[in-house]
């Protein structure tokens, strides 16, 4: 069955600091794999997704992610945070084997401190 | 843009009333879902669609019930709201399976 762990459910770095948000996933075929942010009091909006092309992929607002097969993980990185990137951060995999159901990770908050 | 609609975006409402959340895309988007989130913690499947009239219930067992008479169109009701039923509700829609999905602004509901 498909899941996903996302490391540390709050993450704190400072501006123009490199940001890291690790998520693992669980998947017996390959997956497909999303990340989305979530502003306060507002819906989850697309960052980028893994389809099977690439495998580093690149999203909006400066974010990355490379999926890594050996390591079953798709890490978003952004090189320089910047204060507007506090938020919350959901990764999320779905695949054939799961009905492509999706099953999202519990979130990491990211805190951009001055 | 995606083109995914919720209201109310707010709601503080008495134990017992019933109300009705509505959900609305413009995209033609076939599925459709309602999650629960509480503030700052994880998503909860609710219902789901895949086209009209269907629904199934999610992993998270909800007395609420939802309605798919059109494809643009989901909302959800809750027959006798409780405290324990305030929380975020998200609404999603997705083109197809291997997609990503489309999230409304959310209802964050208030019992009181």
């Known amino acids: 069955a498909q899941s996903v762990t996302q490391l540390g459910s709050h993450v704190s770095v400072s501006e123009g600091a490199l940001v890291l948000l690790r998520c693992n996933y669980s998947?017996?075929?390959?997956?497909?794999l999303f990340w989305y942010v979530q502003y306060p009091n507002q819906g989850l909006q697309l960052l980028l997704k893994?389809?099977?092309?690439?495998?580093l992929v690149k999203g909006i607002n400066g974010f990355e992610a490379e999926f890594k097969k050996s390591e079953t993980s798709f890490h978003l990185t952004k090189p320089s945070a910047h204060m507007s990137d506090a938020a919350e951060y959901f990764c999320?995999?779905?695949?054939?084997?799961?009905?492509?159901?999706?099953?999202f990770g519990a979130g990491t908050r990211l805190f951009v401190k001055a | 843009e995606a083109d995914i609609y919720q209201t109310p975006r707010y709601l503080v409402i008495g134990t017992g009333k019933k109300i009705t959340l509505e959900c609305s895309q413009t995209m033609g988007h076939d599925k459709m879902y309602w999650y629960q989130q509480d503030p700052g913690m994880e998503l909860h499947l609710i219902h789901y669609?895949?086209?009209?009239?269907?629904?199934e219930k999610g992993d998270l067992s909800s007395e609420s019930t939802v309605s798919r008479i059109r494809t643009e169109h989901f909302p959800l009701t809750l027959e006798s709201a409780r405290p324990s039923h305030t929380s975020q509700y998200l609404c999603?829609?997705?083109?197809?399976?291997?997609?990503?999905?489309?999230f409304g602004p959310g209802t964050r509901l208030t019992v009181t």
């Open positions: 998947s017996s075929v390959p997956p497909y």
């Open positions: 669609s895949y086209g009209v009239n269907s629904t």
């Open positions: 893994y389809t099977s092309a690439a495998t």
């Open positions: 999603a829609s997705q083109r197809d399976t291997a997609g990503e999905q489309y």
């Open positions: 999320a995999v779905s695949d054939r084997g799961g009905g492509f159901k999706t099953i």
